[in-house]
C-alpha cells in the first residue's frame, strides 16, 4: 500500500519540476531581447495599432535632440491595454523620451512599461485644458528625468523625458492622434 503513495509523491514532484522549467523557460526570450516579460514588442507606431486595434496618440512636435522614428514600441495586454512608444536621442541613441499611454480606462503605467522610481518633487501644471502632475525623478541608475501624467478622455498619458522640462511641456502640448 506504501508504494502508491509514494509513487504518486514522485509523479507530483516530476510534473512540479517540469512546469518550474517550463515557466523559467517562457522568460529567456524577454531576457535575451531586454524587454519587459508579458509585453509584446513592435517595430512601429502602425504595426502596434493594428495589434491592439487602437489609435496610439504622438506629439507632433520633437526637440532637435531625439530621433524619429520611434525605437520601438511595447504593448502591455492589461487591462487596460498600455503601450510605451520609445524616442530614442540622435547623439546616443539611448531611451530619452518614453510615453506609456494606457487605453480604454484611466491607469497608471504598469511597471514592466514604465521602471520604477524615486520621487524628488511633484507639482501640478496645465497641459491644454487639463491638469496634469509635473514630476522630477530619479531613476534607478541616479540619472534624474521629468515625469508628466494628465488624463484624457479614457486613457492616462505619461511622458518620462531626460531632458528639459519646458520641451516636455512643448512635447505634451502638441500631443495629437498620429493618425487622423
Known amino acids: 500500500m506504501s508504494s502508491i503513495p509514494k509513487a504518486l509523491r514522485s509523479w ?4 512540479a519540476a517540469f512546469a518550474a522549467v517550463l515557466k523559467a523557460t517562457d522568460r529567456v526570450p524577454a531576457l535575451l531581447a531586454g524587454t ?11 504595426e502596434a495599432e493594428h495589434a491592439i486595434g487602437a489609435r ?52 497608471d503605467p504598469p511597471a ?24 522630477r525623478v530619479v531613476a534607478p541608475d541616479g540619472q534624474v528625468l521629468h515625469d508628466l501624467s494628465w488624463d484624457e478622455g479614457s486613457r492616462r498619458l505619461t511622458m518620462r523625458y531626460a531632458g528639459p522640462v519646458e520641451e516636455l511641456l512643448l512635447m505634451a502640448a502638441s500631443l495629437e492622434r498620429t493618425h487622423p
Open 12 to 15: 507530483l514532484l516530476l510534473v
Open 36 to 46: 519587459p516579460h508579458g509585453a509584446r514588442i513592435y517595430a512601429s507606431i502602425t
Open 56 to 107: 496610439i496618440w504622438a506629439p507632433s512636435s520633437y526637440p532637435d535632440s531625439l530621433a524619429w522614428p520611434p525605437s520601438r514600441v511595447d504593448a502591455w495586454p492589461g487591462p487596460p491595454t498600455s503601450v510605451a512608444v520609445h524616442v530614442s536621442g540622435r547623439k546616443d541613441g539611448r531611451d530619452r523620451l518614453v510615453l506609456v499611454e494606457s487605453i480604454g480606462a484611466p491607469a
Open 112 to 135: 514592466a512599461l514604465l521602471d520604477e522610481v524615486e520621487v524628488l518633487m511633484a507639482m501640478t501644471v496645465r497641459v491644454g485644458r487639463r491638469n496634469a502632475t509635473l514630476t
